[in-house]
């Protein structure tokens, strides 16, 4: 439920204004004369409702009851026993890379965070990093500078973290650089949610924070890269295998 709290906690705003709006409605229905108003009133106030608790309910299962955060997925993919550099980049939320060095004391991590995302200005932030500390080793990054000699790393990991670029030319110039930096046979690794008809229903308008399939094929494809697997991780979020 960690994460499912933090989402909670950003989205604090959102949900006490939709809790306020259902209620105004369910009020304005009992003082309506109109039948078929009546019914639309409950009904939309329903609606509000029942959102909150889907989005809520798909948070839940996306973050704290699925395979995005443990990676069991990867196996067949990437080999961490064998693996000896590795660039984990997230958006100022971390959950992954402690349990990454953990796991795998031979793992040489460098663990990066995309400079000025939306993120930063969140009011949860400081609340999240005291549930999961940065990385005290972590560096700030540019989506078109990557910090790293050409072909020095194995493998790329990005968990719910390259939507925060929001410009499609910068999210090319990301993956250029990633084709750079990586080692002969070096995969990236992408899983995110997609703006999708999945995410419109439990996530209703929060789903344009995502990108669609076609923006991430576009972008993968105008770097010089293959999305060779496109795997589901949940009914709500997607993870790319790309290779040069």
Known sequence: MKITKLVI???EQKILLGVMVSILLLGL?????SHPLILVLRILSGLIVLNIIASLVASYILYDRSDLYELKSLEGIVDWNKTGHAVLVHASFDPLSKTLEQ???DLHLTVCDIFENRHEIDKGIETSKKIFPPNPEEIKILPDRLPFENSTQEVILAITALHEILDHEQRVLFFREAKRILKDGGVIIVSEQ?????????FNIGAFHFLSEKQWKKAVSEAGLKIIENKKITPFANMLVIKE
């Open 9 to 11: 906690l950003f989205n």
């Open 29 to 33: 229905s009992f003082w309506a004369e």
């Open 103 to 105: 796991e795998y004391p």
């Open 194 to 202: 997609f703006r999708d008809l999945t995410n419109f229903i439990f």
